[in-house]
């Protein structure tokens, strides 16, 4: 179907013609290549080789052998790999009728990814996100500065979960909300995420205290036990807690816009995402799995796992573009993600 023969058509028919044909495309590939019908077993070995990528490379790089730039890069880009698990759990895509098997892998993406807040408790925020994309209800998507106007605070929200968190806690209006923030943010990050975020704030006051001796000339002295602890700090960082800053800020750059937000139809699919995959955003999306140029399938064909919609790309940006998904609306950084294109947002703090 033609871009001409598909204007015409409501904002609902269009989607509908793009979930079928990505549908029919899907089920082609898995025609084609059997094993694609495995569904449990994709989703197990991928998990499997993610976590050995990281193992492998976290073990080589304590062993001298790789450097600690190219095992930060490599864990960020296997951890990409869990989030995506992670998202496709989070629908029902793997293990749906064996609860154990499911929860495991729920936990061992979480243990991967552990900046990140309880996948449990992400489930309802992500499903409510389906449902109201783009609207004020749309928390997770909120969470990560979508409809934010750019600024210095957006930047840092964006690399930084607790970063975020403070700054909506110093905006909130009253004492009730600001208590209501810190509350749920102890609880939705704990255990993984405090420790995480913990172990990077500690990692950058000791080295940023090491800095600045350097810079006075004087020494740092510190504690027996602070000295002991500091090595342990930067392989943690390196193997564990650095890839996921890196990963978490590739994501949530990528994530935060290509969603459009504030001024979008209720229930409208069209106008939720944009393709976004400009060539200058490819180092960004290496480590979140091509994720502004897939995830807006996802909104068209929810029960797709993520490497189905990696291999039914081609035919899906094609349908896409015929029946009005934009692509590359770069407009969307000075407008703050809204989808009008004459919207002026307020000037960012």
Not at 58 to 73: D, N, T
Not at 221 to 230: E, F, N, Q, R
Not at 257 to 282: A, F, K, R, S
Request: aromatic share 12%; glycine share 6%.
């Amino acid at each position: 179907m033609s871009q001409q023969n598909t204007s015409a058509l409501s904002a609902a028919a269009r989607a509908e013609h793009i979930r079928s044909v990505v549908l029919a495309e899907g089920q082609a590939l898995r025609a084609r290549y059997p094993l694609l019908q495995r569904q449990n077993l994709l989703g197990a070995l991928i998990l499997t080789f993610a976590l050995l990528g990281m193992l492998g490379s976290a073990w080589l790089y304590i062993e001298g052998v790789l450097p600690w730039w190219a095992c930060l890069l490599l864990n960020a880009w296997f951890a990409s790999l869990t989030h995506e698990l992670e998202h496709d759990l989070i629908h029902s895509m793997y293990f749906r009728k064996q609860p154990l098997a499911h929860n495991v892998m729920m936990l061992l993406v979480w243990l991967a990814r552990p900046s990140t807040i309880n996948p449990w408790v992400r489930r309802g925020l992500h499903l409510n996100h389906h449902k109201t994309s783009g609207s004020e209800a749309d928390l997770e998507e909120r969470a990560i500065t979508n409809g934010e106007p750019w600024g210095w605070a957006r930047l840092l929200m964006v690399g930084d979960n607790m970063m975020a968190a403070l700054i909506r806690l110093l905006r909130a209006p009253s004492w009730a909300r600001k208590r209501y923030i810190a509350g749920r943010t102890l609880a939705v990050y704990a255990p993984l995420g405090l420790l995480n975020w913990g172990v990077w704030y500690a990692f950058l006051l000791g080295h940023g205290a090491q800095l600045l001796a350097q810079l006075w000339g004087q020494p740092v002295l510190w504690s027996s036990s602070a000295a002991a602890w500091l090595p342990v700090l930067d392989i943690l960082v390196v193997v564990w807690v650095g890839p996921n800053v890196l990963r978490t800020f590739c994501l949530h750059f990528v994530s935060s816009n290509m969603h459009y937000y504030g001024d979008v139809e209720p229930g409208n699919v069209i106008q939720q995402t944009q393709v976004l995959n400009p060539w200058w955003l490819w180092p960004l999306q290496a480590f979140c799995c091509n994720f502004g140029s897939t995830h807006a399938i996802h909104h068209f064909v929810v029960k797709e796992p993520f490497y189905i919609r990696q291999l039914t790309a081609r035919t899906a940006h094609r349908v896409m573009r015929e029946t009005g998904v934009r692509f590359n609306d770069l407009g969307t950084f000075r407008r703050a993600n809204r989808w009008q294109a004459d919207y002026r947002p307020a000037v960012a703090e």
